[in-house]
């Protein structure tokens, strides 16, 4: 099956705490994106990362870091040092090829609420 | 990237009205969605252009119906809603939907009421 799993529904931080989102994925494929995406209250989805199946490499932009793991099908997220405006629902989906098409494979959603 | 737009963001209409979702994006892309969030479920694709051809329309109900005159532009037609469409209806845009790095740019939404 594939499948991703956010199983922290809702998290609440206050202000300058760093916290970290789960991001779990099943999948046969070896060739597969993962993406994260922010939803502030606008509604709007906001790309924040792509990552090939190739590269393990953590990554950090600012102070948002991913890190990849392919031994335990992982692809989580951290925020350093939280701020009001990270409030947002982020989720994780894993992109692949059915034969026919390319398909994005979403998460619930991790609510944040970070508080002042 | 933020050029996706789409109007009205909020919309409320009866069961027998007849109104339309429109998306737009400015990002050169040659593909566009259509996706259902509604709370609880993931996010779900309905429809999927590419160069303006359906190339996906995942057993989404007559009441809804699509329509891309071009690259930049996508429609939403709605007939005959049942209160269960309330959502969020989000357009997407992407580049290329055949590349298998391709990501996709999301509008801001329209919030439907169905009465």
């Known amino acids: 099956a594939q499948k991703v799993t956010q199983a922290q529904t809702e998290i609440s931080v206050v202000e300058k705490e760093d916290v970290t989102l789960d991001c779990v994925y099943e999948t046969r494929d070896t060739t597969y994106y993962l993406f994260w995406y922010k939803q502030p209250p606008s509604g709007e989805l906001v790309f924040l990362i792509r990552r090939n199946s190739f590269d393990e490499q953590n990554e950090i932009s600012g102070r948002y870091s991913w890190n990849f793991q392919k031994s335990t099908s992982s692809f989580n997220f951290t925020i350093t040092a939280s701020q009001v405006v990270d409030s947002a629902v982020y989720f994780c989906a894993l992109s692949r090829y059915d034969g026919n098409n390319r398909k994005l494979i979403w998460g619930l959603g991790t609510s944040l609420a970070v508080n002042p | 990237e933020t050029g996706v737009t789409q109007t009205p963001r909020h919309l409320v209409m009866g069961m027998t009205n007849k109104k339309s979702l429109k998306c737009e994006q400015h990002?050169?892309?040659?593909?566009m969605y259509w996706y259902k969030q509604s709370a609880k479920k993931p996010l779900e694709l309905m429809f999927v252009y590419n160069f303006k051809e359906q190339t996906e329309n995942n057993s989404v109900p007559s009441r809804f119906s699509p329509e891309c005159p071009n690259s930049s532009h996508l429609f939403l037609h709605l007939h005959t809603l049942q209160p269960e469409d309330s959502a969020l209806y989000l357009c997407?845009?992407?580049?290329?939907?055949?590349?298998?790095?391709?990501?996709?740019?999301f509008g801001p939404g329209t919030r439907l009421t169905v009465l």
């Open positions: 997407a845009s992407s580049r290329n939907r055949g590349t298998r790095a391709d990501t996709q740019y």
């Open positions: 990002l050169g892309h040659n593909a």
